[in-house]
């Protein structure tokens, strides 16, 4: 079994920072991409930002270069999104999503989501 429990979301108001976090834990093997995604009110989930196993190699949505800044920590199997200088438009819920190898097998994994209401 492999759990993802997120943090850090809530209201800003626009320019302002939040900083998410996601927590694998269960018993895993090894973790190899983690990412950060997110859903704005009748839009589709699109990816945000994702990060490679060695933490080496990194890709965000163009919307977020600049100012959005993905990192993880594999001894505490988390990944982070830092999140600077937001916008109105930055505004979903924003899902973690982890892959790796665990006890089950290969895994590919949702966290629960977490709010990010960003204000004018």
């Known amino acids: 079994q492999v759990q993802l429990v997120e943090s850090g979301g809530g209201l800003v108001q626009a320019g302002g920072s939040l900083r998410l976090s996601c927590a694998a834990s269960g018993r895993i093997f090894s973790i190899n991409a983690m990412g950060w995604y997110r859903q704005a009110p009748g839009k589709q989930r699109e990816l945000v930002a994702v990060?490679?196993?060695?933490?080496?190699?990194?890709n965000y949505a163009d919307s977020v270069k600049g100012r959005f800044t993905i990192s993880r920590d594999n001894a505490k199997k988390t990944v982070y999104l830092q999140m600077n200088s937001l916008k109105p438009e930055d505004t979903a819920v924003y899902y973690c999503n982890v892959q790796g190898v665990a006890t089950i097998g290969v895994f590919n994994y949702w966290g629960q989501g977490t709010q990010v209401t960003v204000s004018s």
């Open positions: 990060i490679t196993n060695g933490g080496s190699t990194t």
